[in-house]
T-cell receptor, first 115, second 113 residues
Framework: ETGVTQTPRHLVMGMTNKKSLKCEQH?????MYWYKQSAKKPLELMFV???????ENNSVPSRFSPECPNSSHLFLHLHTLQPEDSALYLC??????????????FGPGTRLTVL | AQSVSQHNHHVILSEAASLELGCNYS??????LFWYVQYPGQHLQLLLK????DPLVKGIKGFEAEFIKSKFSFNLRKPSVQWSDTAEYFC???????????WGLGTSLAVNP
């Protein structure tokens, strides 16, 4: 049973749509992450939030817009996406982003298809 | 640039066979090393990690990994696999003061009963 939940689990959207992915962690962690998992590519870190402050933006296009209203919730707002953005989007949390040995706890992911 | 290489992309074994999955990284300084596993339909979860001390690390479900600094390697092993070990295995490294985890491509393991 994971302490990190993600909704929706599946999402199909057109290139002109606007949608949001939601992540919630119930572990009392201070850091949250968005990753993109595509076939035949390593897991790509997109954004990192520590205590609700963005500490990493890994050269992600502006059509992806993260939001972290509190340390338990993380959103990824999507608009004007491209078909190559189709992937599994994973949310993770860890106790503290500054502790290099911290384990990251992952959610089940949102499978996104852009038509 | 820092990178992580997992040499075996697909591995098929019979139950009770021994397993060794390779992981090599490119960084000469201090590293923290992780193996994560993703069972079918489940979330990514930690199998084991190394950051200091004994280079032979024991993880969950009978897995272990050995950090060999001279070879820049952190291979995952299990002496006798079970059908339930069928999963995707990912090696990840953070190096120096870089808080970002660098991930390998993953190895898909299928264990035949």
């Amino acid at each position: 049973e994971t302490g990190v939940t993600q909704t929706p689990r599946h999402l199909v959207m057109g290139m002109t749509n606007k949608k949001s992915l939601k992540c919630e962690q119930h572990l009392g962690h201070n850091a949250m992450y968005w990753y993109k998992q595509s076939a035949k590519k390593p897991l790509e870190l997109m954004f990192v939030y520590s205590l609700e402050e963005r500490v990493e933006n890994n050269s992600v296009p502006s059509r992806f817009s993260p939001e972290c209203p509190n340390s338990s919730h993380l959103f990824l707002h999507l608009h004007t996406l491209q078909p190559e953005d189709s992937a599994l989007y994973l949310c993770a949390s860890s106790q503290d982003n500054s502790h290099l040995t911290d384990t990251q706890y992952f959610g089940p992911g949102t499978r996104l298809t852009v038509l | 640039a820092q990178s992580v290489s997992q040499h075996n992309h697909h591995v098929i074994l019979s139950e009770a066979a021994s397993l060794e999955l390779g992981c090599n990284y490119s960084y000469g300084g201090t590293v923290n090393l992780f193996w994560y596993v993703q069972y079918p339909g489940q979330h990514l979860q930690l199998l084991l990690k190394y950051f200091s001390g004994d280079p032979l690390v024991k993880g969950i479900k009978g897995f272990e990994a050995e950090f060999i600094k001279s070879k820049f390697s952190f291979n995952l092993r299990k002496p006798s696999v079970q059908w339930s070990d069928t999963a995707e295995y990912f090696c990840a490294v953070n190096a120096g003061n870089n808080r970002k985890l660098i991930w390998g491509l993953g190895t898909s393991l299928a264990v035949n009963p």
